[in-house]
């Protein structure tokens, strides 16, 4: 009996968890009419606003059309059964192996309806591309033919992890009509689908042509296609390590712990790791893999991005590309190479090759020449027991203490933003603006402890650090606080709107995108269950420090009157769902502050290409329009 009161109090108190008192805003999800009257009014208000500035979006689509661009650069292609297929902005080429330079279009984007990317873990001997039409985590998945040019099949998968084939099944993930994600397998030869029953959906790896890794805790298991009883293998970790890659006789791990960055192999016929290298210093690794006895990873460290190559034979470890304030991505290339892609504020993309033979080799650059005298530098702000690096961008002949300033900051998920070409950026500096990049903890701009002291119950590490960026600014009389704009998307969006409600004076313009918002009810809506980053707000603790943030639950006046405000989402965005925005402009609106909504249809969490152009020409044209600009003509 008093188990079954227990069972029932338990039940009313998580039933009750989130009440209205949490959550006053909780009709926007449920009356659908009145939100759309609400939204309509919210459109027409966005509107009779842009109307002011139609002459700058007219002028950055002008820009647009002029930009030089890189769609048919036939470098990064991968190998799909006889053919080498080409991934590029007007769509996917492809040509025989033993064909120069006799690239055809196979699929062009106003064919498919969406941006295609080629599945990269493929071993089958099928094109599969993937896209999603609303620009989101539920994407369309397409395997063809290449020789018949004949569409196999076309799925609607969940592509978080991305969808990997073998010689004989596609994997990926599909949600059931309860929303509960399963992991799924496609036969390409019977053309069934059929449930994987692996050890972790969540975590899956295809690592050959007939075998799948799994890993769950520090355990690691390998299914072999070639055994039709579904029995993994079960190698046993020394620690948690990370899967790198492969060849006949080893497979290849790391680990990413504090202090200490080491590289093991594992004998796969004597079933030992061996620790192969030790790195003795912090390394937080975005991106590691194995090709031909060599490993190669990149890393951010104090807030610059760096590419190494580890020949563990030899026992070398060297740059390839070192203390580089620039976006570094690379992949896979020839039978002995990877390719290399180098872009930066001043560099649309180098492309280069490299091989231990040969080094670093030009293979392609697109740089423009406009900008000579645009400076790139990197300062630090003290917080409490470290630095946080902060990237200058900016005209040297057109600085003053006065100059108009955008700080983007995203300080998340162990995540950084990089320097990268873009035209909205250097139209603006060319204006005489300064373009920042505030590197606040939480990101991974500084290894694992940057990012780990910033969640959980310190998330609140990462406003503070934002607010210190922007008393740098200031104090160093690089920019007033009337010449400041903030600009966050996501997790961004989060510091954001913490910035507006608790220090709205250092600035004058704020943009959020696809922002969080409502905290306590961020694992809502079909959204991923972020708990290693903001905590489970079942528990009571982390429900009072998430309370104590969510700008949802702080809502007032903002000190700052004539601050101009501008959210952005997406109806369709499955990440971080628009009623984080809704709700927030309502409740603004509501205690008599002046913010503006501009919402995407059919757009997700994802921006590419035309949509990509629509989201920046919205905003850099508010931007535009509400800082100062010392003989200000865009047309210049």
Not at 158 to 178: V, W
Not at 487 to 516: H, R
């Amino acid at each position: 009996m008093y188990k079954l009161i227990f069972m029932f109090l338990f039940f009313v108190k998580s039933c009750s968890f989130l009440t209205s008192s949490d959550d006053v805003y909780m009709w926007m999800e449920k009356d659908s009419e009145k939100l759309d009257v609400w939204l309509h009014h919210q459109d027409s208000i966005y509107k009779c606003l842009s109307d002011n500035y139609i002459q700058e979006k007219l002028l950055f689509k002008q820009k647009i059309s002029h930009d030089k661009s890189d769609s048919l650069i036939f470098l990064n292609k991968k190998r799909v059964g006889a053919y080498y297929v080409y991934q590029t902005k007007d769509g996917i080429y492809y040509q025989k192996t033993d064909q120069i330079d006799q690239q055809k279009l196979f699929l062009s984007i106003d064919e498919l309806k969406f941006y295609p990317k080629i599945v990269e873990t493929n071993y089958s001997n099928y094109l599969i591309i993937k896209g999603s039409r609303f620009l989101n985590d539920n994407v369309t998945l397409q395997v063809w033919d290449l020789d018949k040019k004949v569409l196999i099949t076309e799925l609607q998968i969940y592509d978080r992890p991305q969808a990997q084939a073998t010689s004989t099944h596609l994997y990926f993930l599909k949600n059931d009509k309860k929303t509960k994600k399963e992991l799924k397998k496609f036969n390409f030869e019977d053309r069934y689908i059929k449930k994987a029953n692996l050890k972790s959906k969540y975590s899956f790896k295809v690592i050959d042509s007939t075998s799948v890794l799994t890993k769950l805790k520090n355990e690691v298991y390998i299914y072999s296609e070639h055994f039709k009883q579904n029995k993994p293998e079960v190698i046993k970790l020394p620690g948690n390590l990370k899967y790198i890659g492969k060849n006949n006789t080893s497979m290849y791990f790391y680990n990413n712990l504090v202090n200490i960055t080491s590289f093991y192999s594992y004998n796969i016929k004597k079933k030992e790791f061996h620790e192969i290298y030790q790195l003795n210093r912090k390394v937080n690794i975005e991106k590691c893999i194995y090709h031909k006895d060599i490993i190669y990873y990149s890393f951010i460290e104090r807030g610059r991005n760096n590419l190494y190559s580890l020949n563990y034979k030899k026992q070398s470890c060297n740059p390839i590309l070192s203390d580089e304030l620039a976006k570094i991505e690379f992949e896979k290339h020839r039978d002995n190479s990877i390719l290399v892609t180098y872009k930066s504020f001043k560099i649309p993309v180098k492309k280069y090759e490299f091989s231990p033979e040969n080094d670093l080799t030009l293979k392609y650059k697109n740089i423009n020449q406009d900008l000579v005298d645009f400076k790139t530098v990197q300062k630090w702000v003290k917080n409490d027991n470290d630095s946080i690096p902060l990237i200058f961008y900016y005209k040297n002949s057109l600085v003053n203490s006065f100059s108009p300033t955008i700080v983007n900051v995203y300080g998340g998920f162990n995540k950084s933003i990089q320097p990268s070409y873009s035209k909205y950026i250097n139209s603006f500096v060319e204006k005489g603006g300064v373009f920042v990049i505030a590197g606040v903890r939480g990101g991974g701009e500084n290894g694992i402890n940057w990012h780990t002291s910033a969640t959980l119950l310190n998330k609140k590490n990462s406003f503070y650090d934002f607010e210190k960026c922007l008393d740098y600014i200031i104090e160093n009389k690089i920019s007033t606080s009337d010449q400041i704009a903030i600009f966050g998307a996501s997790n961004g969006g989060l510091i954001v709107n913490n910035a507006i409600l608790k220090f709205s004076e250092k600035f004058s313009v704020a943009i959020s995108m696809f922002g969080l918002a409502d905290m306590l009810n961020y694992t809502k809506y079909n959204q991923p269950k972020w708990y290693n980053e903001f905590g489970n707000p079942q528990n009571e603790k982390v429900k009072e420090y998430l309370k104590s943030y969510s700008p949802l639950h702080n809502l007032k006046k903002i000190e700052n009157e004539n601050l101009k405000i501008l959210f952005i989402t997406g109806d369709k965005d499955l990440r971080v769902s628009p009623f984080n925005s809704y709700k927030f402009v309502n409740g603004l609106q509501e205690f008599g502050n002046q913010a503006y909504l501009k919402v995407f249809q059919n757009v997700g969490h994802n921006f590419e290409n035309g949509k990509l152009d629509e989201l920046y020409t919205e905003t850099y044209s508010f931007i535009f329009s509400n800082l100062k600009f010392e003989k200000y003509n865009l047309n210049d």
